[in-house]
Nanobody, 121 residues
Framework: HVQLVESGGGSVEAGGSLTLSCAVS???????MGWFRQAPGPERERVAR????????AYAASVKGRFTISLDNAKNTLYLQMNNLKPEDTGMYYC????????????????WGQGTQVAVS
């Protein structure tokens, strides 16, 4: 069955860096993957998205220039390098994957991990 397992979260001071990882198993035909975050509250924000074939990436305006999404297809692992972290980056970070190109264009991901917590003070 499909599993997405995030790791790498933690507590860091403002200006610091973290690298999140998402190990994927049981889902070889994924077309796109993404990182989302949710601070306390109802809204979940898409942080970054990458297409698994072209490796084309897109970022939320709030993280552009500070975060980098990357994918190692050989290791089935998605990464999010986060630099110059700010307190507003605090939240639970989730990785997601999708195989449908149409759903990828809508950023409507079908598979999700359990999340890893990031706290910036």
């Amino acid at each position: 069955h499909v599993q997405l397992v995030e790791s790498g979260g933690g507590s860091v001071e403002a200006g610091g860096s973290l690298t999140l990882s998402c190990a994927v198993s049981g889902y070889d035909n994924r077309h796109c993957m993404g990182w989302f975050r949710q601070a306390p509250g109802p809204e979940r924000e898409r942080v970054a998205r990458i297409y698994t074939g072209s490796l084309g990436a897109a970022y939320a305006a709030s993280v552009k220039g500070r975060f980098t999404i990357s994918l190692d297809n050989a290791k089935n692992t998605l990464y999010l390098q986060m630099n110059n972290l700010k307190p507003e980056d605090t939240g639970m970070y989730y990785c997601a994957a999708e195989s449908s190109p149409l759903r990828c264009t809508r950023e409507d991901f079908g598979y999700w991990g359990q999340g890893t917590q990031v706290a910036v003070s």
